[in-house]
C-alpha cells in the first residue's frame, strides 16, 4: 500500500519561509511526476508546483520566484520551499505522486492528506 506522508506546514508572518517536505512508501516501482497542490477555504484544489523524474520543473504563476519545487529520486521525496510568503499562500498543501506500482502496471496518481499553511498579514 502506498502511502504519501507531508511535513512542515505552519503558522507564520506574511514575508516569512516555510519548508514543506513529502515522503512516499509502499511498494512503488517508479514514480514519474511529484508536485505540489494546495486549496483555500472556499475554492478549488490548484496546481503550485510539478516535477518530473527528470527534474523538469512547472509553477503556478504566482508562486513563480517565490518557492522552488525539488526531489530525490532515491528516497522518493518532493519539498517545497516557500519564501517571501503571503496571506494569499494561506491554504492547505497536498503532496501528489504519480507512480506505477510495477513495470506492467498504469500510473496513478496518490494524495497525501496535507498539511495547512497559514500566512497572517
Known amino acids: 500500500q502506498v502511502q504519501l506522508v507531508e511535513s512542515g506546514g505552519g503558522f507564520l508572518q506574511a514575508g516569512g519561509s516555510l519548508r514543506l517536505s513529502c515522503a512516499a512508501s509502499g511498494n512503488i516501482f517508479s514514480i514519474s511526476v511529484m508536485g505540489w497542490y494546495r486549496q483555500a477555504p472556499g475554492k478549488q484544489r490548484e496546481l503550485v508546483a510539478t516535477i518530473s523524474s527528470l527534474y523538469n520543473t512547472n509553477y503556478q504563476d504566482s508562486v513563480k520566484g517565490r518557492f522552488t519545487i525539488s526531489r530525490d529520486n532515491a528516497k522518493n521525496t518532493v519539498s517545497l520551499q516557500m519564501n517571501s510568503l503571503k496571506p494569499e499562500d494561506t491554504a492547505v498543501y497536498y503532496c501528489?505522486?504519480?507512480?506505477?506500482?510495477?513495470?506492467?502496471?498504469?500510473?496513478?496518481?496518490?494524495w497525501g492528506r496535507g498539511t495547512q499553511v497559514t500566512v497572517s498579514s
Open positions: 501528489n505522486a504519480v507512480l506505477r506500482l510495477s513495470a506492467w502496471s498504469d500510473p496513478v496518481a496518490y
